[in-house]
């Protein structure tokens, strides 16, 4: 698959928002999309786009003084397995060594084995835990893991 890495700007919202609301219960509008990259400190990312400028996948990490955090990352389903996700996360890494972050942080919803095995494979580590944190649409409750990885600066 044909595709580049590129920073995560205004122009991608629309599509970062369907491709959102395709892989969490949760979706975020273009609107919140378009707040968040405009008006919130210290926020980046990247989206991995074909040449004809389709979203394959991105991500959003929020950088303030020490410690950096993933807001949120999904590939589209057909993309899937095919190292986008990594690449998302070891090219926001790359920028978090130039800016001198030194932590990066996640949640995750414990049971979805996917991004566990994806986090698991960059050597994230559990270093907490929230009881109850996600209401699914269910009405069935899961933990959050709390995951970090040391950026040795
Ligand atoms: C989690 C997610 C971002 C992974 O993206 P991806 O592009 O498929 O991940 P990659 O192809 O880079 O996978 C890298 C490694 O993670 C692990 N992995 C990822 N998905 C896996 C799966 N379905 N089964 C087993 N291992 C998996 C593997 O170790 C894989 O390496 P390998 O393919 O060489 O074995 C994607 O599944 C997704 O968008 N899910 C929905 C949204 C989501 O849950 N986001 C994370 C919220 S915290």
Redesign the pocket.
């Known amino acids: 698959m044909d595709y580049k890495i590129v920073s995560f700007n205004f122009e991608i919202c629309e599509q970062a928002s369907i491709l959102h609301a395709s892989?969490?219960e949760r979706p975020w509008s273009k609107n919140e999309f378009e707040i968040l990259v405009t008006e919130s400190p210290g926020i980046f990312g990247f989206k991995a786009v074909s040449s004809e400028e389709q979203l394959y996948?991105f991500i959003l990490l929020q950088y303030i003084i020490d410690d950096a955090e993933i807001l949120?990352?999904?590939?589209l389903e057909n993309?899937?397995?095919?190292?986008?996700?990594?690449?998302l996360i070891k090219t926001a890494i790359n920028k978090l060594f130039i800016k001198d972050a030194k932590r990066l942080l996640?949640e995750?919803?414990e049971y979805?084995?996917?991004?566990l095995?994806?986090y698991k494979?960059l050597n994230f580590n559990t270093y907490g835990r929230r009881k109850n944190y996600y209401l699914l649409n269910d009405k069935s409750q899961a933990d959050a893991l709390l995951l970090e990885i040391k950026l040795n600066n």
């Open positions: 892989a969490f996948g949120t990352l999904c590939v993309c899937r397995r095919q190292g986008i996700g990594k690449e996640l995750v919803n979805n084995k996917e991004a095995l994806l494979s």
